[in-house]
């Protein structure tokens, strides 16, 4: 067998493909794990406002209380209760939130997500 046709049946990742591939697997875990979390908090807010449009609550001032107490527990620190906006169309409530969340990576770089969601009160969640 020549060394010709060995080099053409070699396959694999050199030494500077495995480095970069590396880096950039880091990259990718460390971006992950900043977002993760805050996808976490996202789902928690929406769930409670969730429970609270189909609690019945009408009043203002007890949707944000409700939603404070729930906030308590399941660790939401980026809102509260004030920061919801609660609209009433007849005898229909709707709660909706909207809010940024920023992201530092690394230098000057940084991640910017837009949170938003909303729900009824006989009506699901978006």
């Known amino acids: ?24 697997a880091v990259m990718l875990v460390t ?20 429970k609270i449009a189909t609690s019945g609550e009408t009043s203002t001032h007890e949707i944000q209380k409700s939603f404070d107490r729930m906030a308590a527990v399941d660790d939401i620190a980026t809102i509260n209760g004030k920061d919801l906006l609660i609209k009433r169309d007849g005898g229909r409530v709707t709660i909706s939130f909207q809010y940024e969340k920023r992201i530092p990576l690394f230098g000057p770089a940084s991640l910017l997500l837009d949170y938003k969601g909303t729900a009824s009160q006989g009506g699901g969640s978006q």
């Open 1 to 24: 067998m020549s060394s010709n046709a060995f080099a053409r049946r070699e396959r694999g990742l050199s030494l500077i493909g495995l480095i970069v591939f590396g880096i950039v």
């Open 31 to 50: 971006v992950g794990m900043r977002v993760v979390p805050t996808a976490l908090e996202f789902a928690a807010i929406k769930r409670a406002i969730g």
